[in-house]
């Protein structure tokens, strides 16, 4: 399968990894890049791995502080977003 990161997923990465080289560093900016591309290998690998959520095809798995949406269709994973748990739940959208 392959996958497809939207615009929306794409920048939070991108926002993630700006935060966490600017406050933390090379090291462990990089790092918890690799925590999320990991994960969504895994997902690629076996696509039923996450939890079922309330919209059709639409699963998510946690890793670390984050959950990586992502919705299952014939040909590929398509990744919706990444949310930082920490968050408020209410300002969620997918």
């Known amino acids: 399968m392959k996958i497809i990161w939207s615009?929306?997923?794409?920048?939070?990465?991108?926002?993630?990894?700006v935060y966490y080289l600017n406050s933390y560093g090379v090291?462990?900016?990089k790092k918890l890049i690799n925590r999320i591309i990991d994960a969504v290998e895994i997902i690629k690998d076996n696509v039923q791995i996450g939890k079922r959520t309330s919209r059709a095809n639409v699963r998510f798995i946690i890793?670390?502080?984050y959950s990586i949406y992502y919705r299952v269709s014939k040909s590929d994973i398509l990744i919706l977003t990444i949310w930082d748990n920490r968050r408020n739940p209410k300002q969620f959208k997918i």
């Not at 615009?7 to 990894?17: F, Q, V």
Request: charged content about 30%.
């Open 27 to 29: 090291n462990y900016g």
């Open 7 to 17: 615009s929306s997923a794409e920048k939070t990465l991108d926002d993630i990894s």
């Open 63 to 65: 890793r670390g502080n």
